[in-house]
């Protein structure tokens, strides 16, 4: 079972990102999947997340409105667009999958997660 996250980076406040995370080694379209942050000396953090059949999604109060969670199982990959990114965004974001997952479920805590990437690094200055 691998995740495995890209698309981070060091850009300006305003600016948009686009996260990707393949998840290899489990029934995707089973999934449940979401993506959590933890910035410097902070705890981890839901961000958001999108169920199994893609009809519901989940958000975070901080990113409402400007951050997006996707999902397309062809690819076995999970999307997170972020736009008007602050520096308080800044921090190491991760995938994770919960399998066989009910259709609409969406958890917003991290111990309904069972698989997790290794992070990428999202840094936005002022």
């Known amino acids: 079972v691998q995740l495995q996250a890209s698309g981070g980076g060091s850009v300006q406040a305003g600016d948009s990102l686009r996260l990707s995370c393949v998840y290899s080694?489990?029934?995707?379209?089973?999934?449940?999947l979401g993506w959590f942050r933890q910035a410097p000396g902070k705890e981890r953090e839901f961000v958001g997340g999108?169920?199994?059949?893609?009809?519901?999604?989940l958000y975070a109060e901080s990113v409402k409105g400007r951050f997006t969670v996707s999902r397309d199982d062809a690819k076995n990959t999970v999307y997170l667009q972020m736009n008007n990114l602050k520096p308080e965004d800044t921090g190491l974001y991760y995938c994770?999958?919960?399998?066989?997952?009910?259709?609409?479920?969406?958890?917003?805590?991290?111990?309904?997660?069972?698989?997790w990437g290794q992070g990428t690094l999202v840094t936005v200055s002022s």
């Open positions: 080694g489990r029934t995707f379209s089973r999934a449940m």
């Open positions: 994770a999958g919960q399998p066989n997952s009910f259709d609409t479920v969406v958890g917003g805590r991290a111990r309904g997660y069972t698989d």
């Open positions: 999108i169920s199994r059949n893609g009809a519901r999604t």
